[in-house]
């Protein structure tokens, strides 16, 4: 399968590397709870945070083939890496994520106080000008979700005061987008009302991961890159090495087939099965019956996020009635609401990989969770915005670049 990053045209290069000399380290920091061989990224001096101090990465460095994000090595010239007018800087929500972007990109995290006073009301100060640069906000609105969110915009608002060139809000875990239609009667459509208090608040785009439903992004009246986690799950199934004839990607839902279709198809053309469910309420799902053969399989079951689980163990145990060898559990956002973590380590699942969109607490570690990084497929992305390409290669599209 051919590499989903390639580079970019010689002119871009060229100005690029008029601005800077970078790394990026292939997508390899996917890794169980424990790390022995990690390394640690010089990132420089740690952000400082009133509430709260946050921990360098670890980042893997072993080679798994087939590679579906293999990007072009760059050295870092330490001397011209921070002349860019490019500024990261994290909020509290992610705050290991976001070192791990910017190492991978080559570059340092902005300094930013972020505090909050006794009655809860959150303070932020970039500690560097940022006057004319092209900004980028690191902050996915991850439980606690209002917090999260609240940060973000007061973030937004202080980059706009500061004369930032653009503002970017790069939301991995992008919260209340399953608030996006109207189900019933009297309902909010949250989705629409965060967007636009994002708008508002002055971002000038949004980068968001895996959203919940595709119309979210026609909610902004800014433009929205969406990419993908779907390649680096890829990424590390291709390096289980398990049989192609034994696969079979499931649907724990029916909402979600076109996602599970796609996944499908990158993974060796495997065949699909769809769980049918009846939802009689919020988190609270009941499996009906198995649309497809799992016989003897070992099943794939894709979501875009875990909460509580309810879904994705039914439909595990719905598997296993059916025949099913092995169940894999594979999403891209583990919220883990209690008690998620209870049915994920109930024996239903061979492994349950996730993505570090959301950070993971220690007391909701278990043996069967590996956990694997977006850092490089974020890092990549916001060079590409950065530098103006245009993302219309074909085989760059399927990380949802417009």
């Known amino acids: ?66 590679n579906f994000l293999a990007t072009e090595k760059h050295l870092v010239n330490a001397t011209t890496k921070n002349d860019t007018r490019l500024r990261i800087f994290s909020g509290t929500a992610n705050p290991a994520l976001s070192q791990e972007i910017a190492c991978n990109m080559g570059l340092e995290l902005g300094k930013i106080k972020i505090k909050r006073f006794a009655d809860g009301e959150i303070y932020v100060q970039l500690q560097e000008s940022v006057r004319g640069c092209d900004v980028y906000l690191v902050q996915p609105t991850c ?54 208090l994002i708008t508002e608040a002055g971002a000038n785009r949004v980068l968001a991961c895996d959203l919940h439903s595709g119309q979210s992004m026609g909610y902004f009246d800014i433009p929205v890159d969406h990419v993908y986690g779907q390649p680096v799950i890829l990424d590390y199934l291709a390096s289980k090495t398990i049989c192609s004839d034994d696969l079979v990607v499931v649907s724990p839902d029916v909402g979600g087939v076109a996602r599970a279709r796609a996944f499908a198809k990158k993974l060796s053309d495997a065949p699909l099965a769809i769980v049918d469910k009846r939802r009689h309420g919020h988190n609270v799902a009941e499996v009906m019956n198995l649309i497809g053969d799992v016989k003897g399989k070992v099943a794939v079951m894709v979501d875009d996020m875990i909460d509580t689980a309810g879904t994705i163990t039914k439909g595990a145990a719905l598997l296993h009635q059916e025949g099913a060898r092995e169940v894999y559990a594979c999403s891209t956002h583990a919220v883990f609401s209690p008690p998620a973590i209870e049915r994920l380590s109930s024996g239903l699942f061979q492994e349950v990989i996730i993505t570090n969109t959301i950070p993971v607490s220690e007391q909701n570690y278990f043996p069967q969770l590996t956990v694997l990084s977006v850092a490089n497929l974020l890092g990549e992305t916001i060079w590409r915005v950065h530098d103006d390409c245009s993302g219309v290669l074909e085989p760059f599209s399927t990380l949802g670049i417009d």
Do not use: W
């Open 1 to 66: 399968m051919t590499s989903l990053l390639h580079s970019a045209s010689p002119s871009s290069l060229a100005s690029r590397e008029s601005l800077r000399t970078r790394t990026f380290l292939p997508n390899r920091s996917c890794s169980r709870i424990a790390a022995p061989n990690g390394v640690r990224c010089n990132v420089g001096e740690p952000l400082k945070y009133a509430n709260g101090k946050p921990s360098t990465p670890l980042l893997k460095t072993e080679e798994m083939a087939p």
């Open 143 to 196: 439980p606690p979700a209002n917090e999260n969110l609240m940060e973000l915009l007061i973030m937004i608002d202080a980059c706009r005061r500061a004369s930032a060139k653009n503002i970017t809000a790069v939301i991995p875990y992008f919260g209340y987008a399953r608030a996006d239609r109207k189900t019933q009667g009297r309902e909010s459509i949250a989705a629409k009302l965060v967007a636009n």
